[in-house]
């Protein structure tokens, strides 16, 4: 546990790589990644211990020439480093046709700071066989809790990030870990099969240990309700939406919108509205590493910016968007530590981290209680951003029927909300002074580059259609 | 891997075990507003070692990855921790492929030229699109990649491929004078033809003006809803991958052999086979995870489920055939001519927000960003709109178009009609 130790024999040949290519680029950095991650999967017949989606170990180079810009990924830094200095300049050199045609002047800031940062974890306190046999004892009792249930699993998943980054100014590292829980009942009554989940997510396996058990109870009886859910009669409805649902609204409705890369490209129809009402005017919306603990809160982003906190919303108004250094260079304004990689092989982009919207003052029970007929919709399934054309389409598992100001034992599923992005924040007529985050999904840009990414929220009454 | 495999020999409590190498090389061009922001280069190698353990009634497997600077005392330790887990590991037994070696590349053009040159020429071919006035291509992603595949294991399978594929991400944008518009478009190929790209980019452009021109329908409209390639692989790979033979033994699939997926059938019957290759198919492989030979196998015969598909483990688990991991999904065409297909009253789906098929809850909708809506008279870009509808009934009154189109892994009807769906 702690720091990679590999990271840290690395230092001196990534500082050598550094000053051997600053004798061709304006800019150079190299961010070092080393994430351990295991993933232990049980279900009624099979279990599995392996390697976790986000286990890696590499580095990219990112250099400028103050102009266009290099990267190049690769798995180890060491051996003759001018010999590799020059290989990576040469593999990268441009055709005349493509130098002639490459964006204005753009000069990437190099602020001097040396710093490390860490989060504790404790995941030396538990062995693999412990786990495994958590899993293997929750997924019997969760299989016996229904003689529906055809098949049950438990995941449980643990990462541990290192990164180091260091450019000619900086060098800074960070060390942190998550872990996550999920259960999976697939399910059989009244003629249907469903798939149905409940997850947990903390900085600790401890927390996830101990909370994970106690959402098999309510796993089973949506399972039921699902099997009796019938769908929805299409038509415009007053929501409620539970944190989950809010914080998709945030993440597709608008935070791809607001994504400043975006701006560079003139894909964002945000970039006209900033200092505008956008919003109902009880709206605030966040996103950050810093804003919240959750699955996206680290020290500092992939292009070695440190995390922020940012305000995207004020009381109705767009205060400003998200960006990684380059987009913030282009656009002339300070990056906000959004500069993420789905790994060392792949681009930054400016991306969302924990986005959410911040608690208001209504009471949950006084909303439901304001609609004669509407729906409270709860867990995400997936969403679409437009960010141009400011389309939404947001996907919720289910969403529970509400009549004279009380939640029904109707339930409809899936159940699709689309509309247009304004329209829909400027119905936010009431927002509950509660608050949940959750982070058990990926995000990506357009059909790629997944990262993974918390959003929620309180709930809120928007007017929205429904299909 | 000479060393791997002679560490794993050494350790007396390994009774099989695979290696998966697989060396990325990747050229990537990222344009905005058609000039060069980013060139990438990567040029990386994923080693994953799995060991396997029997003991008892059981084979437990455990697997780890080997980077470069792993040490050869190190890769003892995480040989000697991957049977510890594996022996924690209580999973029903299972044979793992057996002997087979060879070297293939998978069919492209790609291999005459260098990544470079390939992104060079796709870029190229991208910004030489006859754009219509106004239009333009605010963000292009050129990626090229040359994996080259190999899968070893103890039993003597040691074979390796060689796949090419690209990716274009082009955003096409109509400025207008009232507002700018833009569609999305990811384009796979894995073969290079440039009058195909050409195309796909100026349907594209062509495509985003009538965006910028669609509006909102006043008034409630109806009639069937026609679907394209890119939909119709969305729902067609719902019903093939439920048929998967990891789905099948964790019951979770929604459709089992011998269901007829067309009850009241009054449109064209389905028909899908999963193969291993198919010509300008991304999903083309000689062989899967495991070093399995692919075997093509027909799931589903004129509506009617009649076999699974899937991996080896799994397959042998069913007591099934494995037919080895096959990604390439055929859709037989149908009847429909393009007589049919004009039909109206229609809605002609261009871009969806990303259609929803989930079979589980008998849906198939989602939020059309752009349509041709045809009233019989005349011919309305729209936009604004939803459609929603039952799974089972549309798969029922299902017209599949003669014309057959290929998108990344499908290869089926150009286009299919579907009726009863409710547009709101």
Redesign the interface.
Known sequence: MGFSKYLDSKRAEIKQLVAELKKNYQYVSVLGVDIKATDIQVDSNTSNIDPGSDMECGFVIKMSNGREFYEYSLDDISGDIPALAKNITESLKLEDSLKANTIDEVILTDEPLVKSFVREGDFEKYTDKELLEFCKETCKTLAGKSEHILNAMVRLGKMEVSKLFISENRELDQNYTWASGILVAIYNENEKTIQSFESEGDPTLAAVLEKLPGKMDKLVKKAHMLTLAKPIEPGIYDVITAPSITGLIAHEAFGHGVEMDQFVKDRALAKKYVGDYVASPICNMRDGAASTLSVASYFFDDDGVLASDTQIIKDGILVTGLSDLASATQLGTAPTGNGRRESTRRKAYARMTNTFFEKGTDKLEDMIKSIDHGYMLFETNNGMEDPKNWAIQCVAEYGIEIVDGKLTDNWVSPVVMSGYVPDLLKSISMVSDDFEISGLGHCGKGYKEWVRVSDGGPALKVKVKLG | MIKIIECLKKNQRVDEYKINLTQ?E?Y???F??????????????DK?VTVYVKHGEFKG?????V???TTEGELDNLIETAVE?AL?????SYELPEAGEGEYQVESNFSNYSL?EIA?IV??TVFKAEAEEGTAL??VEVFVNRNTITVANSLGVNKTQIKYSA?V?A?P?YNGKEE???L?Q?YNFSTLDEAVITAEIEEKLREVKA?YEAKKPENEITGSVILNKLELSELFSTLAYDLGYYRV????N?YSKGDMLQKDLTGDAITITMKGEAEGNIASAKFDGDGMNLTDIKIIDEGKVINYFGSNRFGQ?LGEKPTGSLGCLIVEPGTACPKCLSKAPYLEVVSM??L?V?A????I???V?LAYYNDGTTITPV??I?I?G?LSEVLGNIRLAKEVAVHDRYIGPKKAILSGM?I?
């Open positions: 990325k990747s990537q061009l990222f905005v507003k058609g000039k060069l922001e980013t060139t990438r280069r990567t040029n990386t190698c994953e497997d455990s697997s780890f990855i980077y470069p600077s887990k924690l590991i209580e999973n029903q470079n060079g870029a190229n605010n963000s990716m991400e955003i944008t700018s518009v833009e999305y990811q965006r033994y964790a019951k979770s929604v688990y927000s990303g929803q989930d589980y809850n008998d849906y909708g989602g939020e960003r936009t604004g939803s929603t039952k409710k709101f």
